[in-house]
């Protein structure tokens, strides 16, 4: 049997190379296949546990254990407590649960949160995926992102990093690759000492630009890129024809969201009003100004969009 299999390959080279080439394609398939079902299996059972785990936060919390009826932030601090010590031996269920919190942090402006839940978040990313992974780059945006904010020191730093890891992992024009690029021009912007206004515009720049040529424009975070880049450039020059461009292309994204106003909306359309009575339109900065007032809430304290006001002047 050997000696004729030996012969048949022997004249039929050419038909047992496709052969064996086709079988392992076939296989490979195969094992590329039962991976993808593996980690969807993996996802999804993370996904369940990090459902049940907050459903038990939340259902645990009440004006008795607490002393007073507890808020937002009572919830996610009993989160990320509970978090420490009950999902110490599922780290996929904790990366999960903090980056939820990281993202509820971000939604609520507590920046020192955001760096705290993010730093925690990045050491489970390195274990769980490797330092080259997807996850460690979003923890790295977001950590970037709070340092930013709450001051000069490695912001620029962390978002470079988080830009490479991006743009070995995803192709040319990607709305990540683009998203960091905003990101660490606004970093450059708000951090870098001495100034370096002109790196910042041009990080800027570039990431807007990936946005419209991968046709990515249909987003929040898009939106929000704009919004950012009208503010830099009315930092530099108030009456620059290209702020009245930018924070109108900004305002018109974020009404075609479907989705409630947030902080970045309103201000956006505060700026807005304020640019066009600067360019003489007094009226249509009018109608924008009682937009944006009708978009807060009666009970929302003033003081956030006074902060953002004197940020945009």
């Known amino acids: 049997l050997g000696y004729r299999a030996g012969r048949f390959v022997t004249r039929n080279k050419r038909l047992c190379s496709i052969a064996a080439a086709a079988t392992l394609g076939l296989i490979s398939a195969g094992i590329v296949s039962v991976q993808s079902w593996r980690r969807a299996a993996l996802e999804r059972d993370t996904a369940q546990a990090a ?4 459903e038990g936060v939340l259902g645990s919390v009440s004006p008795f254990s607490l002393g007073h009826d507890p808020t937002v932030e009572d919830l996610l601090a009993r989160t990320a407590d509970r978090a420490k010590s009950e999902l110490a031996e599922r780290p996929e269920v904790e990366f999960r649960t903090r980056m939820t919190l990281v993202r509820a942090h971000v939604a609520l402006w507590n920046w020192k949160h955001v760096r705290q839940e993010s730093r925690r978040a990045l050491a489970l990313a390195r274990g769980l ?9 979003d923890c790295l945006t977001f950590l970037g992102r709070a340092q930013t904010w709450l001051g000069p020191g490695a912001a620029i730093a962390t ?9 070995d992992l995803f192709p040319p024009d990607h709305p990540a690759i683009a998203e960091v690029l905003i990101t660490l021009g606004f970093a450059t912007w708000r951090t870098a000492r001495p100034a ?11 990431g807007i630009e990936m ?17 950012s880049f009208a503010n830099f450039l009315q930092s530099r020059d108030k009456d620059r024809a290209e702020v009245l461009a930018f924070v109108q292309e900004a305002v018109e994204q974020f009404e075609q969201l479907d989705q409630p106003p947030d902080r970045y909306s309103t201000a956006a359309l505060y700026m807005y009003g304020n640019v066009l009575s600067r360019h003489g339109r007094a009226g249509a900065g009018l109608t924008q100004l009682r937009a944006f007032v009708e978009q807060v809430p009666d009970e929302l304290s003033t003081r956030v969009f006074e902060r953002r006001s004197r940020s945009i002047r």
């Open 159 to 167: 978002q470079q990093q988080a830009f490479e890891i991006r743009a």
């Open 129 to 137: 995926y490797g330092a080259k992974s997807k996850e460690v780059a």
């Open 51 to 54: 459902n049940a785990f907050f």
């Open 211 to 227: 946005y419209r040529r991968g046709r990515s424009t249909n987003s929040a975070d898009y939106a929000r890129a704009l919004f």
């Open 196 to 206: 370096r206004l002109d790196d910042a515009e041009a990080y800027y720049r570039r």
